[in-house]
């Protein structure tokens, strides 16, 4: 069950900012306003990043919320006269891009991955070819660790693991974009429902319904173990000691080795694809038939991190010919055992992922 939400989900920060502070932001913006551009950056660059988060919650893909971040810049640019200073520029920005987000959700549908879609796969035959479903991608910590906040320490409600997971993030592209946005503004943002209402235009019983309504729906979409996952720190040694296990049986091509690393009823899937593989076993007559296949590349993993949680950057190998990108590889640990494979199999995203080509 989902812990309570304001302690999962956001806790309240008061952040402490000089006088010297206020004055220099002051006239910042007192030059934006009358049209000077680098002032309106200066005022504004600090929030792109976690603007960015918080608009990958909402899209649940790091491209899209990209391009409504740089959407979001240019309305408040616009609009800069309408900004009071009832409430802080952060949280004016944050009301910009959620409604953002909205205009782009009322045209697309939500984005999931390949067990919320259809059922297993069966491994005596092939995977299904790349479909045309936009599906959740993955967002490189090296990012997340970026977001600071005025104090100088991490701002943890914006990247706390719990609400940056690949489960956490599939579980709320289930609710309707308005419930989505509730949900994060409140209990991840820690929002008065008053600030919340008006922001997106709703009455306060309205936003309040929306909220319970969300919460419901997300505990009843997030795995049943959830609790048992190890959130907040830094892999202990078991898990590093897994991990290289794990990276290791690809790279060697051990099959029996990279089984005996999966919890019993585990699961894979590799979007584009739709197909996914869950148990143990099936898990291993796929990886047998496929990827560990006599003629088949090697697949060489190289250690990354995603959303908060292990992951790859995949490449495969042919005697004598370079390293190919593949994708991203996503861990879900439970248990000491490896429970949970999302493998993204989008070149693309070494880029973003700023993952070089091992040597």
Request: net charge negative; glycine share 4%.
């Amino acid at each position: 069950m989902l812990p309570p939400p304001m302690t999962l989900l956001g806790r309240s920060r008061h952040m402490s900012v000089s006088i010297e502070q206020l004055d220099d932001a002051s006239a910042a913006w007192d030059a934006a306003l009358d049209g000077d551009r680098e002032a309106f950056a200066a005022s504004t660059t600090r929030y792109r990043r976690e603007l960015e988060v918080h608009c990958y919650r909402m899209l649940g893909s790091p491209e899209d919320a990209e391009d409504v971040v740089q959407e979001t810049m240019l309305r408040a640019w616009r609009r800069r006269e309408t900004y009071a200073s009832r409430s802080t520029l952060r949280a004016w920005l944050y009301g910009i891009a959620t409604n953002a987000c909205l205009d782009v959700l009322a045209s697309r549908k939500r984005r999931l991955l390949p067990p919320d879609v259809t059922g297993p796969g069966d491994a005596r035959n092939a995977p299904l070819p790349a479909s045309e479903i936009a599906w959740l991608a993955p967002y490189p910590d090296r990012l997340l660790d970026e977001i600071v906040d005025t104090t100088g320490g991490p701002e943890d409600e914006i990247v706390a693991r719990e609400t940056i997971e690949l489960a956490f993030l599939v579980a709320i592209q289930h609710l309707p974009p308005r419930q989505r946005a509730v949900l994060l503004l409140r209990d991840v943002l820690s929002w008065s429902a008053r600030e919340t209402a008006a922001i997106l235009d709703m009455s306060l019983i309205a936003a309040n319904s929306a909220l319970q309504r969300a919460r419901t729906t997300v505990r009843e979409q997030l795995p049943a173990r959830r609790t048992e996952w190890s959130r907040g720190r830094a892999p202990d040694t078991v898990e590093r000691d897994l991990l290289e296990r794990y990276m290791r049986a690809w790279n060697t091509a051990d099959l029996d080795a990279l089984v005996a690393l999966l919890a019993e009823d585990a699961r894979v899937s590799m979007p584009p694809s739709p197909s996914w593989y869950r148990g143990r076993g099936e898990i291993a007559s796929f990886l047998a038939q496929y990827p560990f296949a006599p003629t088949a590349p090697r697949h060489i993993h190289v250690p990354t991190r995603a959303n908060r949680q292990p992951a790859f950057a995949l490449f495969s190998s042919r005697e004598g010919e370079r390293l190919q990108p593949l994708g991203i590889s996503v861990l879900t640990i439970e248990s000491g055992f490896i429970a949970v494979i999302d493998a993204f199999l989008q070149p693309d995203l070494i880029d973003l992922f700023a993952v070089k080509l091992p040597a």
